[in-house]
Structure formats: structure tokens, C-alpha cells
């Protein structure tokens, strides 16, 4: 059994904690947003959609090129920029009442969880 104090070892940015749960909540988002009008198609559905799916896009691509700390950094900051957007289109789907008041909170929590995640990310990205 494995010591829960023990670091994971970190071979790919899909062992990236941030990575996994940024993914998950663009492919939840994805899943939600099936469910929107289709006249929000090229508007609401498809920026929501961009937006979230740009957050583990972009841990993925700083990775690669983590060589470059300033490159690594930059694609972690536009991470962050892109999971505050994603808050807003969720503004958005909620006012709009395309999603209810629990999955807004859920949804929420998640881009909280992913901002906080990339945060200690960027400020302690050496040690991982």
C-alpha cells in the first residue's frame, strides 16, 4: 500500500492533479452544455466549451516546453485566465437558466479547486 505522504511521481502531465481535474470538468461541462438551446450553439455552448477544454490544453502544452520557464509559466497563467472565463459563461448558463443553481455551485467549485490548483502550480512548479 502506498504512503499517502509519499510524492506521486510525475512522468507526463497526465499525472498532473490539475491536468486530471481540469479535464474531467471540460468533459462534464461538455456533457451539460448537450443540453443547451440550439441557438446558444455558436454562441453560449461553443465558448463555455473552449473555454474549459483550454484549461488542461494548455497544462499539456506548457509541459511539453517546461524546459522554457517562462513558455511553462505563460501556458499556465493562460490556464488561469481560461478557467476564470469558464466562471463567467457558467454566470451566464445560470442566469440564463440552462443549468440549475447545484450544478452551477458544482461547476464552480470545480473551477475553484482547478484555479487554486494551478496557483500552487505556478508558484512551486519546481518541486513536482
Not at 39 to 61: A, F, G, K, M
Request: hydrophobic share 35%; aromatic share 14%; glycine share 4%.
Amino acid at each position: 500500500m502506498e504512503n499517502s505522504r509519499e510524492k506521486k511521481i510525475v512522468r507526463t502531465y497526465r499525472d498532473l492533479n490539475v491536468f486530471q481535474v481540469s479535464y474531467s470538468l471540460a468533459m462534464k461541462i461538455f456533457e451539460v452544455t448537450k443540453t443547451f438551446p440550439k441557438e446558444e450553439r455558436y454562441s453560449l455552448t461553443d465558448q463555455i466549451r473552449r473555454s474549459s477544454r483550454s484549461v488542461p490544453v494548455n497544462i499539456c502544452e506548457g509541459w511539453a516546453k517546461r524546459k522554457y520557464k517562462n513558455v511553462f509559466l505563460r501556458h499556465l497563467i493562460d490556464s488561469t485566465g481560461s478557467c476564470e472565463e469558464t466562471k463567467v459563461w457558467l454566470d451566464f448558463a445560470k442566469d440564463c437558466k440552462y443549468i440549475k443553481l447545484k450544478e452551477y455551485e458544482d461547476f464552480i467549485g470545480y473551477c475553484r479547486e482547478v484555479g487554486a490548483m494551478l496557483n500552487a502550480l505556478i508558484n512551486k512548479w519546481q518541486t513536482f
